[in-house]
């Protein structure tokens, strides 16, 4: 069952339509991503969610209560936004306990409530730490407790991992998938970060101008990208168009080849073959990078696993001839 159901949806900011005719359906219990470059529109539907915004046209149901035109607070939404927006002079528990209190619920249970908020992000014992005694990840976990306190239907998540570093964001990922599970809440979470998308939900819709380019698995959206947009933006892609499609593939039409699919010098072994020459090899540590300009007229890039090559291997590589191949199968033709 859809817990939230948009409408054609639409929202303009003096010319600039920052949402344009947006549908969508969001299922009970479903960790469901907006993702798309910035100014695509995608913090204008989370802010029409939560009621921060109104929107020019369309509508929005939630639990199917039409919540178009209600103030934030009838909603039964809880945003956590990118600065935690914690306040500083109370302590942890304080802060997790303030919507309970704004509720009028009693002392004890606001605390019990609290403090199984704070297990649930891990945070057990925080209790009297004022926010500026805490890391980056630990405020990002406090503000989430103070909307998981409240047992939302929904909760909204503006680019919550977004200030933190790479090591920390990767974990809070995991974490934060995790946490959903437990609770069972429906998210919406908004982020521009592809990888980010692709690892932590059930579905992804991939903005841009104001509209979603697709609504599917993640999986999906990697593999059977419905338009070049989507192609482009979500993972890297190969794209054989034109004349070059003719003469490689012997068929007309865009065509998208994933960079981990195309073997390097191993002619013959698959169903397709080029040659072409080694412009830029970039060393990552366990895998290279490799820039092929092919005499076909296109300029691929290859992926490939450091299985047993050093970086000085690779390096040499440079500027030489090559062969690139792949299979029939992984060539995938959008619109
Ligand atoms: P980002 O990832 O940068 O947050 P986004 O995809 O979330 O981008 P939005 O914040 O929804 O994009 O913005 C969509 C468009 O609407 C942008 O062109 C933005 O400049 C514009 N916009 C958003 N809010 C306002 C506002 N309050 N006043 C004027 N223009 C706005």
């Not at 936004?81 to 997790?96: E, K, R, W």
């Not at 034109?242 to 191993?266: D, Q, S, Y």
């Not at 440079?318 to 299979?327: E, G, P, Y």
């Amino acid at each position: 069952m859809a817990i939230i159901e948009i409408r054609n949806l639409a929202k303009s900011f003096g010319a600039v339509k920052a949402v344009d005719g947006v549908d969508l359906d969001i299922q009970a219990g479903e960790f469901l991503t907006l993702l798309g470059p910035s100014g695509s529109g995608k913090t204008t539907v989370l802010r029409m969610i939560a009621g921060f915004e109104t929107p020019d046209a369309g509508s929005i149901n939630l639990n199917g209560v039409d919540i178009t035109y209600l103030p934030p607070y009838e909603r039964d939404v809880n945003t956590v936004f990118q600065d935690y927006a914690l306040f500083p002079h109370m302590d942890v528990i304080s802060n997790i306990e303030y919507g309970l209190k704004v509720k009028k619920i009693g002392k004890s249970e606001r605390r019990e409530k609290a403090i199984e908020a704070l297990r649930q992000v891990q945070l057990a014992g925080y209790e009297n730490r004022k926010p500026s005694q805490l890391s980056g990840g630990q405020r990002q976990r406090v503000a989430l407790a103070r909307a998981l306190v409240n047992r939302p239907s929904v909760l909204l998540l503006d680019e919550p991992l977004g200030a933190l570093d790479l090591k920390l964001r990767q974990q809070m990922q995991i974490e934060l998938k995790e946490l959903q599970r437990e609770v069972g809440i429906t998210f919406i979470f908004v982020t521009h970060d592809q990888e980010e998308a692709l690892t932590m939900s059930d579905r992804i819709a991939v903005f841009d101008k104001g509209r979603i380019q697709q609504l599917d698995k993640p999986a999906k959206i990697y593999e059977m990208p419905s338009n070049e947009f989507v192609a482009g933006f979500v993972g890297i892609s190969n794209l054989i168009s034109g004349n070059v499609a003719e003469k490689l593939l012997g068929k007309p039409g865009t065509f998208i080849v994933r960079p981990e699919k195309i073997e390097l010098g191993a002619a013959k072994k698959n169903e397709r073959n080029a040659d072409g020459v080694i412009k830029e090899v970039e060393y990552l540590g366990p895998s290279t990078r490799f820039l092929v300009e092919l005499d076909a007229g296109v300029t691929l890039m290859v992926l490939r696993q450091n299985t047993s090559e050093s970086s000085i291997d690779v390096e040499a590589m440079r500027n030489s001839r090559t062969s690139l191949s792949w299979d029939i199968g992984s060539e995938y033709q959008v619109k």
